[in-house]
């Protein structure tokens, strides 16, 4: 059974301010942004589920939850993070859910699958389920709403043609984005106030940003080791990395890594996310309709 | 819990290698917070992802998590490629199946467990025209398939010696060549 409620002796509730929140196995930790900066003596646990593998996260700015897929056995679930039982979101028909992504003005949420092959929308109770994407897709992993705009992005790291592709919130007008010099893109983050789209790459090990609407591709940092996650803050993106085990911030100004934090514990980490202290403005067509 | 006031509050966490554990106060489970390496669950019980094992032995003899073997079918990059209790292979590639992905799938032949060839499963791909059963069954190994009457080749794509015309269905017809006038 899953270890809830919260609190509980290991388990903290999320403070204000802007947080990265990422996953370790079972357990989704949070550390604190000063700035940009992270503040690694303030890095707790928020939310631990022994034995289960939590893949993706996303952060619900509205409603202070996080949402995450987890696998063997596959589900999505949600809690709120100022202390709260974990609420199944979606529990059946998922077979491989990896990324998810959180519309907070169109209250519904994303998810890759990279066994179905397949993007579905929900709900954020998970009723009104939709597939929007069932073609084209072999490994499709990290996935990213731009709501203001009522853009998806997502990427691909099928072995013999990786791409990054976006569409609007309901599937239609779907494009490839990138394909060229791709190998293994795992992390996609978007940086709304910038426009920014970057995806850190385990295959050419590169980390790179473009602005979907100009197409001007530019890469921030090479040599980097085996990035998974990534999310996005102001002008620095923040990348989880299964080699070194850590967390890793580049200034996407100066196209540089910044710093980087290691958990104390010393184990793969997979999604991570921006939990901001307040939803950024903006509202987009589902909202209002 | 410490403030209950009698002797034996505060008991040894029962985690692997005296690691920390937390009690929960509504329900009294207590749960380890911090496993050993490759080990994760409520008691360090369970195997992390790409590892399979039984570390505390509760469902037979106790064995340490140890990394899948899928022969090399799996991708690194992937999630989930294997149960963490069995060793299963989940995502099997390149046409591979079995447990530790170590056969091709039905419709496909070759070697699964070769670890120098590119393409490990070759597609059947028997001919429509030469094959008495659907072009999709071939032997595993060999891929030879199930062949019409005096066809032959691997892909029953051709007729034997001394025989002509194939034709689906059917086979290929003997040759009628006079014996006089033929050079072989």
Same mark, same amino acid.
């Given at each position: ?22 996953s ?9 942004l ?31 939850m ?29 077979t ?27 709900s ?95 890469k921030?940092?090479?040599g ?18 299964w ?12 196209g ?31 909202a209002?309709? | ?5 009698t ?24 749960? $380890?917070t911090? @496993?050993?390496?490759?080990?994760? *669950?409520? !008691? +360090?019980?369970? =195997?992390?992802? &790409?590892?399979? /094992? #039984?570390?505390?032995g ?28 069995t060793?299963? $292979?989940?995502? @099997?590639?390149?046409?591979?199946? *079995?447990? !530790? +992905?170590?056969? =091709?799938k039905? &419709?496909f032949? /070759? #070697? ?8 490990k499963c ?5 001919s ?16 030879h ?14 007729c034997?010696?001394?025989f ?21």
């Open positions: 059974p899953p270890v809830s409620p919260f609190p509980r002796p290991d388990v903290h509730p999320l403070p204000s301010g802007t947080h990265l929140l990422f370790q196995n079972g357990r989704i930790e949070h550390i604190p000063e700035g940009y900066d992270m503040k690694p003596d303030q890095a707790k646990t928020v939310l631990h589920l022994p034995g289960k593998l939590i893949v993706g996260v996303a952060y619900d700015c509205v409603e202070k996080v949402y995450w897929t987890e696998i063997s056995p596959s589900s999505i679930n949600k809690a709120n993070l100022q202390g709260g039982e974990t609420i199944p979101v979606i529990e059946s028909g998922v491989s859910p990896e990324g998810i992504a959180v519309d907070h003005l169109g209250r519904t949420i994303f998810w890759t699958d990279s066994i179905t092959d397949q993007i579905e929308v929900a954020m109770d998970g009723s009104q389920r939709r597939v929007i994407i069932n073609s084209d897709l072999v490994n499709p992993r990290a996935i990213i709403a731009d709501p203001p705009n009522g853009n998806l992005y997502w990427a691909d790291w099928d072995r013999d043609a990786p791409k990054i592709e976006t569409s609007y919130m309901d599937g239609t007008n779907r494009r490839v984005l990138v394909k060229d010099n791709l190998s293994l893109p795992n992390g996609l983050t978007y940086e709304p106030q910038s426009s920014l789209l970057c995806w850190a790459d385990a295959g050419t090990k590169i980390l790179e940003c473009m602005n979907p609407g100009r197409g001007d591709r530019r921030m940092t090479e980097i080791q085996y990035p998974f996650g990534m999310t996005a803050y102001g002008k620095n993106v923040y990348y989880t990395d080699d070194r085990l850590a967390l890793v911030a580049v200034d996407t100004h100066v540089r890594e910044t710093s980087e934090f290691l958990p104390l514990k010393r184990t793969k980490i997979y999604g991570i996310a921006t939990a901001y202290a307040q939803c950024l403005a903006g509202q987009n067509y589902c209002v309709n | 819990n410490a403030l209950t006031g002797p034996g509050d505060c008991r040894p966490c029962p985690c692997p290698d005296r690691t920390s554990c937390s009690a929960i106060v509504q329900t009294g489970e207590v749960v $380890c911090n @496993c050993p390496a490759g080990r994760t *669950g409520v !008691r +360090c019980q369970k =195997c992390e992802d &790409g590892y399979h /094992g #039984d570390p505390l509760q469902s037979g003899p106790a064995r340490p998590c140890t990394r899948c073997d899928c022969h090399g079918n799996v991708d690194a990059n992937a999630v989930g490629t294997c149960d963490h209790l060793g299963r $292979c989940l995502k @099997c590639l390149g046409h591979t199946e *079995g447990d !530790r +992905c170590e056969r =091709c039905q &419709g032949y /070759g #070697d699964a467990l070769n670890h120098t060839m590119h393409q070759k597609s059947c791909s028997c429509a025209s030469g094959t008495s059963g659907p072009v999709t069954q071939c032997h595993p190994r060999t891929g398939c199930h062949c019409l009457p005096h066809v032959t080749g691997r892909d029953c794509g051709r034997e010696v001394g002509f015309h194939l034709q689906p269905g059917l086979g290929c017809r003997r040759c009628d060549c006079s014996p006089v006038g033929s050079s072989s």
